[in-house]
């Protein structure tokens, strides 16, 4: 099976344990597949570059650059195909568009 995890979730797996880790774990085991794409691994570079984490990465004995030499090791980066383009400028509440094929204010 294969898998794109959040950035968030990714970043609680590779630093506290619970639920977001032992599906890191199953990716490690090799039972499930990582997806990722170079968006996502930018902003994961951009999260853990965040001062907050100094302490946990200090406690955990790693790295940012370790943990972000498993994610790539372990995800298969693809480029995703570009979203449809909007066919409408503006979407008023009332009409529709070709992307949603109902009324926004059943939303």
Known sequence: ????????????GLLWHGAPHAV????RAGRLSLVSSPALLAELV?????????V?????NTSRE???????????????PP???????AIP???RCSLWPW???SI
């Not at 099976?1 to 609680?12: E, K, P």
């Not at 951009?46 to 100094?54: E, L, W």
């Not at 979203?83 to 400028?89: D, E, F, G, I, Q």
């Open 93 to 95: 509440m009332t009409t």
């Open 24 to 27: 890191l774990e199953h990716v």
């Open 103 to 105: 009324p926004l204010t």
């Open 56 to 60: 946990i990465l200090k406690r955990s």
């Open 1 to 12: 099976m294969r898998a794109v995890i959040d950035t968030n979730v990714l970043l609680s």
């Open 66 to 80: 370790n943990m972000l030499a498993e994610v790539r090791e372990l995800a298969d980066v693809v480029e995703p």
């Open 83 to 89: 979203l449809p383009r909007r066919r409408c400028a």
């Open 46 to 54: 951009d999260v853990i570059g965040r001062a907050k984490f100094d």
